[in-house]
């Protein structure tokens, strides 16, 4: 258990609609992060979160958003799902003095 | 523009060889290199870091190794393991903690 937790794991769903996906970091961590891996490509960066302001936006869809609670939780919030939008989609979490990021497990979406 | 690319898609050895993933990179702005190891079904695993100041770092079976004139990086692995099956990104940090991640490259690690 890496202590960022993702739910839900697996979410399957139809084109044109909405699902949120929702993460938990590792205690302590104020920074998250979001990605997206697509069929065995790379990691591509979605978008941070830290202390629950947006800090940083990657290649991110307008169809999607995100937030962070003051509970330091953070949801993705996928809209007007297209079949290209299946995906893994990971969190992951950071302390601000340290290099690396902790992962959760991912959640898979697929769109049918 | 990939600022960050591992150009082997997939790399197959023996158990007891040595594995040896490259990573290159454009931004002279990166301070860290990390190397994360990832198993189907889970998410990436922090493996083995080095700061831009270093050329070498090495923990146990692993080293990773820059070149910051060719802005290279690559990890070794000796030897390997067929544990050692799995996708590896390299990943570069520039300001404010930001993570660019490569392609990956699947290792695959025969007995």
């Known amino acids: 258990d890496s202590g960022v937790t993702q739910t839900p794991k697996h979410l399957i769903t139809a084109t044109g609609q909405r699902v949120t996906l929702r993460c938990s970091p590792r205690?302590?961590?104020?920074?998250v992060y979001w990605y997206q891996q697509s069929l065995d490509q790379g990691l591509q960066f979605l978008i941070q979160y830290y202390n629950g302001e947006e800090r940083a936006k990657g290649n991110i869809l307008e169809r999607f958003s995100a937030q962070q609670f003051p509970d330091l939780h953070s949801e993705l919030n996928l809209s007007s799902l297209e079949l290209g939008d299946s995906a893994l989609y990971f969190c992951a979490s950071s302390s601000r003095d340290l290099g690396g990021y902790t992962f959760g497990s991912g959640t898979r979406l697929t769109v049918v | 523009d990939q600022q960050v690319k591992q150009n082997s898609p997939s790399l197959s050895v023996q158990e007891g060889r040595i594995s040896i993933l490259n990573c290159d990179y454009t931004n002279s702005m990166f301070d860290y290199f990390l190397w994360y190891k990832k198993y189907p079904a889970e998410g990436p695993t922090f493996l083995i870091s080095i700061s831009s100041i270093k050329d070498k770092n090495e923990d146990g079976r692993f080293t990773v190794f820059l070149n910051k004139s060719a802005k290279h990086l690559s990890l070794h692995i000796v030897p390997s393991q067929p544990g050692d099956s799995a996708v590896y990104f390299c990943a570069a940090r520039e300001a404010g903690n930001m993570l660019t991640f490569g392609g990956g490259t699947r290792l695959m690690v025969k007995p």
């Open positions: 205690s302590g961590d104020l920074s």
